[in-house]
């Protein structure tokens, strides 16, 4: 491994991606003592959550049991902590899949996200879209960001790409490698519809479509997926009109956008004209954005495999814990799951969040490095905070020592109440 870069710099750490991961990214390298900036071409933090109205967490618990076992500490539970102080209830509900989640509300989410990021002493730039790096040698020296007053550079000594897609990664120069149409995990636009009386599932809506396509020329596509009530509003969302889509092109993302909003108009009238419970009801919204699931495969130095999935518990260089079970979107149908092995958990490796090749640049979130079985399960939120943190730390390290540490990014994991074991 190499050096740190040069001497002028801006920040120790940038964190490009203001999601889950890069929340908790850029946090922790605060925590670790580095003046950090946290990226984000929204106008907020969240990522998919606010987004797309992806509002449950799912990862912070392993499946199945009487009674939640959590896997997903340090920040993570410190945005569940803050949650709850702004008056959410953060108690874990069972779903159908056996597994547990933690419903959100996109507006407690979004301020409890600003408090958190300020309180850390992160410095918060939004509305700011990266669109370039300056690299070479697998060193990036800065990122090339630009608002409504044109472009700027933001130096720094290390960089965390939480941007989902890898952009950052892909900009200064990391190996991709090839995603098919196969393999992809299919997009989905949420619909979140109030005034929805009594229990709803998800075979309810596809029996509702079911009926709808009879007789019809061009038949909807089934509904599959899942549904949830939201907490504070007790809106119904649902998650079941999957898209495929190329989501690094905006050709194909407006086709898919465009399409998703129609099946969704045309779902919504299916439910009321077949559904008593949605007599009363109104379709809030779609999205408001398609929620990407998959996007850039980055080759990484020991990416999260199938095998660690089915073996459970660590690998070396555990620096995250994972507890969700492999969640697959590929092709039409319903999600498949598969569980996770051995004690219900596995870890996640150091290298996962090395990009070959690149020397002060660690990925987080569902930008790590999986095999496509892998991912199916490392890409949820609870384990992106988790990915998150400990990429966050690791560039801390890099930027103070100027080299790479698993073994002292474990140690501070821990220093800051992350779980690498159970
Ligand atoms: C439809 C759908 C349903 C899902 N259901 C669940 C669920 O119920 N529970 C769950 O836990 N997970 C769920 N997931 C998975 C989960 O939401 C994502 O994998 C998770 O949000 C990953 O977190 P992240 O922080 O890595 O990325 P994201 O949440 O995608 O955040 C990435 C951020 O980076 C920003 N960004 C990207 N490029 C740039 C750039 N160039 N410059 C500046 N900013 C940039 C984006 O604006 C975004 O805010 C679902 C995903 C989808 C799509």
């Given at each position: 491994?190499?050096?740190?870069?040069?001497?002028?710099?801006?920040?120790?750490?940038?964190?490009v991606?203001?999601?889950?991961?890069?929340?908790?990214?850029?946090?922790?390298?605060?925590?670790?003592?580095?003046?950090?900036?946290?990226?984000?071409r929204?106008?907020?933090?969240?990522?998919?959550?606010?987004?797309?109205?992806?509002?449950?967490?799912?990862?912070?618990?392993?499946?199945?049991?009487?009674?939640?076992?959590?896997?997903?500490?340090?920040?993570?539970?410190?945005?569940?902590?803050?949650?709850?102080?702004?008056?959410?209830?953060?108690?874990?509900?069972?779903?159908?899949?056996?597994?547990?989640?933690?419903?959100?509300?996109?507006?407690?989410?979004?301020?409890?996200?600003?408090?958190?990021?300020?309180?850390?002493?992160?410095?918060?730039?939004?509305?700011?879209?990266?669109?370039?790096?300056?690299?070479?040698?697998?060193?990036?020296?800065?990122?090339?960001?630009?608002?409504?007053?044109?472009?700027?550079?933001?130096?720094?000594?290390?960089?965390?790409?939480?941007?989902?897609?890898?952009?950052?990664?892909?900009?200064?120069?990391?190996?991709?490698?090839?995603?098919?149409?196969?393999?992809?995990?299919?997009?989905?636009?949420?619909?979140?519809?109030?005034?929805v009386?009594?229990?709803?599932?998800?075979?309810?809506?596809?029996?509702?479509?079911?009926?709808?396509?009879?007789?019809?020329?061009?038949?909807?596509?089934?509904?599959y997926?899942?549904?949830?009530?939201?907490?504070?509003?007790?809106?119904?969302?649902?998650?079941?009109l999957d898209?495929?889509?190329?989501?690094?092109?905006?050709?194909?993302?407006?086709?898919?956008?465009?399409?998703?909003?129609?099946?969704?108009?045309d779902?919504?009238?299916?439910?009321?004209?077949?559904?008593?419970?949605?007599?009363?009801?109104?379709?809030?919204?779609?999205?408001?954005?398609?929620?990407?699931?998959?996007?850039?495969?980055?080759?990484?130095?020991?990416?999260?495999?199938?095998a660690?999935?089915?073996?459970?518990?660590?690998?070396?260089?555990?620096?995250?814990?994972?507890?969700?079970?492999?969640?697959?979107?590929?092709?039409?149908?319903?999600?498949?799951?598969?569980?996770?092995?051995?004690?219900?958990?596995?870890?996640?490796?150091?290298?996962?969040?090395?990009?070959?090749?690149?020397?002060?640049?660690?990925?987080?979130?569902?930008?790590?490095?999986?095999?496509?079985?892998?991912?199916?399960?490392?890409?949820?939120?609870?384990?992106?905070?988790?990915?998150?943190?400990?990429?966050?730390?690791?560039?801390?390290?890099?930027?103070i020592?100027?080299?790479?540490?698993?073994?002292?990014?474990?140690?501070?994991?821990?220093?800051?109440?992350?779980?690498?074991?159970?």
């Open positions: 491994m190499g050096t740190a870069p040069g001497p002028a710099h801006d920040y120790d750490v940038v964190v991606g203001g999601g889950s991961a890069g929340v908790a990214a850029a946090i922790a390298a605060s925590r670790r003592g580095a003046r950090t900036a946290l990226i984000e929204r106008a907020y933090f969240g990522g998919v959550a606010v987004a797309g109205s992806v509002l449950m967490y799912c990862g912070f618990f392993t499946q199945g049991g009487s009674s939640p076992v959590r896997v997903v500490g340090g920040i993570g539970l410190d945005v569940l902590r803050a949650l709850e102080e702004a008056g959410l209830n953060v108690e874990p509900h069972h779903t159908r899949s056996d597994n547990w989640v933690v419903a959100l509300d996109q507006e407690v989410l979004k301020i409890t996200l600003d408090r958190l990021v300020a309180r850390e002493g992160v410095t918060p730039i939004l509305h700011c879209g990266i669109i370039d790096a300056s690299a070479s040698g697998g060193v990036i020296e800065a990122v090339r960001g630009f608002d409504d007053n044109g472009g700027f550079e933001i130096g720094a000594r290390a960089f965390v790409d939480a941007s989902g897609n890898a952009n950052l990664a892909w900009m200064a120069g990391a190996s991709v490698d090839p995603l098919t149409d196969e393999a992809r995990q299919d997009a989905s636009l949420v619909m979140r519809m109030s005034g009386a009594g229990d709803v599932s998800p075979d309810d809506l596809l029996a509702a479509i079911t009926r709808e396509n009879d007789g019809l020329t061009e038949p909807l596509p089934l509904p997926g899942a549904v949830g009530r939201l907490p504070l509003t007790g809106d119904l969302v649902a998650i079941v898209l495929p889509v190329d989501a690094l092109s905006a050709v194909d993302l407006t086709r898919a956008e465009m399409r998703g909003r129609t099946i969704a108009r779902y919504f009238a299916a439910f009321q004209r077949h559904l008593p419970a949605f007599a009363g009801a109104r379709l809030q919204a779609t999205g408001p954005e398609l929620g990407v699931r998959q996007g850039r495969v980055i080759r990484t130095q020991r990416p999260s495999a199938v660690d999935v089915l073996r459970g518990g660590p690998v070396p260089d555990t620096v995250a814990v994972a507890g969700w079970p492999m969640e697959s979107h590929q092709g039409s149908g319903p999600p498949r799951y598969e569980r996770i092995g051995g004690p219900g958990w596995y870890g996640i490796g150091y290298g996962a969040l090395v990009p070959e090749g690149m020397d002060n640049l660690w990925l987080a979130g569902r930008a790590i490095g999986a095999d496509a079985d892998a991912y199916a399960s490392v890409r949820v939120m609870g384990t992106a905070f988790a990915t998150g943190q400990a990429a966050g730390i690791a560039a801390a390290h890099f930027a020592f100027g080299r790479h540490d698993p073994s002292a990014v474990a140690v501070e994991l821990e220093a800051q109440d992350a779980i690498l074991a159970l």
